[in-house]
């Protein structure tokens, strides 16, 4: 995300762009205009150009636009209010961002385009519990030495391991005749996230140290019990205390994750043989067997894809598009899977008689009250599938000022 400017920094900028004769650029569907600032008040920011390239802009059409100040480059998003020969006015942007750079301009996407996707687990019918979260299978970076030549293997070098650190370990999973049961395991189940109880006398973590996100905060397990914890208090901090009672000291509870199917978890123990309070490292181990087990259990085909079930794929409403990227919203009340910084997104895109298939990974998410917002970028297109976006999207494909933010003239 780029930094915001202040209210107060917008109104300076632009006089001081305008008094400069600063270019700003402005891009839409399959156009774009190279203009200078000829005024502006708190409503509406007037721009100056070339009447054959302002022609082709129309009312209350959404534009991206881009200038420099000092050195930096700045961008905003804005409606048309009207085109007029040379002259083009838009509604004053709520801000300007100090934007970074990037190859490919963002534009709003051309009328009528639409952006469908699937996910990789699509066919897969599993009956697990369903988490709010999504995760790819990947195989992750080796850290613990734990032995991947099969699935026994696997296994036995993670009891080996444990065995040695923890007073107690063991793998649960989840099927049709065995549901998540006990609050901790219907709390993994639901959120797709570790609970790391450090110590059964304390409370949770406040703060999730692992920047995608991967255990259950103090806030959240909350949250997830409700409004209930205050007529007949927290069913976790009860559990937690009779652990305490019984001599239990410490716990962990990792999600196997298979996409967003919860189909078990890892479990670790300490008590009173081994008073050592379990920290972020117990975390880490018990997540990388994880990994490792679902990506076995994929190459394994242990949970096969039903060839017969063709999915519905999904439609999110594009907020903009490049030659390498696209950012979408989805709303929350209809789709309540959260995807993961790194899930891959088998997508189409469709505007006319242009037909793309592109693979994108998601790199940024923010969300709102009512939508989750992904950043995606595009894996490896083709050079024929990239001159088609280019086409599509920018207003003459062999114009690299059209497409490439990192050129846009001062």
């Not at 002259?87 to 709003?108: D, N």
């Not at 976790?236 to 078990?264: D, H, M, T």
């Not at 978890?265 to 972020?280: A, G």
């Not at 899930?343 to 189409?348: C, F, G, H, K, Q």
Request: with cysteine.
């Amino acid at each position: 995300m780029g930094t915001i400017v202040t209210f107060i920094e917008k109104e300076f900028i632009l006089s001081q762009v305008r008094r400069s004769g600063g270019t700003v650029v402005v891009f839409g569907s399959a156009k774009s205009a190279t203009c200078t600032v000829a005024s502006f008040d708190k409503d509406t920011l007037a721009l100056d150009g070339n009447t054959l390239e302002l022609e082709a802009f129309r009312s209350w059409e959404q534009v991206s636009a881009y200038l420099m100040y000092q050195g930096q480059r700045l961008a905003f998003s804005a409606k048309v209010r009207k085109a007029d020969g040379p002259r083009l006015v838009l509604t004053m942007p709520e801000k300007l961002l100090k934007a970074p750079q990037r190859k490919s301009i963002r534009v709003p996407p051309p009328r009528g385009l639409t952006l469908e996707f699937y996910l990789q687990n699509e066919r897969i019918r599993i009956d697990c519990p369903e988490s709010q979260e999504y995760l790819d299978i990947e195989l992750p970076e080796l850290r613990e030495g734990f032995d991947v030549s099969s699935i026994n293997s696997l296994l036995d070098s993670f009891r080996r391991k444990a065995g040695s650190r923890y007073t107690k370990n063991g793998v649960v999973m989840f099927s049709k005749t065995r549901s998540p049961s006990s609050v901790e395991e219907q709390m993994i189940a639901s959120m797709g996230r570790c609970l790391l109880i450090a110590s059964t006398r304390s409370p949770l973590p406040a703060e999730d140290p692992y920047p995608e996100g991967r255990i259950i905060t103090q806030n959240m397990a909350e949250n997830y019990e409700g409004p209930a914890i205050f007529l007949n208090g927290s069913e976790l901090e009860k559990s937690r205390l009779k652990k305490a009672e019984a001599g239990i000291v410490s716990e962990v509870y990792c999600p196997i994750l298979y996409y967003q199917f919860v189909v078990g978890y890892i479990y670790l123990m300490n008590d009173i043989n081994k008073k050592v309070c379990m920290d972020f490292s117990a975390v880490d181990f018990a997540w990388e067997f994880g990994r490792i087990l679902t990506y076995s259990l994929k190459t394994h085909q242990y949970y096969r894809a039903d060839e017969n079930f063709t999915p519905t794929p999904h439609a999110p409403e594009v907020l903009d598009l490049s030659a390498t990227g696209c950012l979408f919203v989805l709303p929350k009340a209809s789709y309540p899977v959260r995807f993961r910084k790194s899930s891959v997104l088998e997508m189409r895109i469709l505007s006319g008689s242009c037909s793309l298939d592109l693979r994108g990974r998601v790199v940024r998410h923010f969300s709102d009250r009512d939508g989750e917002y992904y950043g995606v970028a595009f894996l490896s297109p083709d050079q024929q599938k990239t001159e088609s976006l280019k086409s599509l999207l920018y207003a003459d494909a062999s114009l690299r000022s059209a497409c490439d933010e990192m050129e846009i003239p001062e």
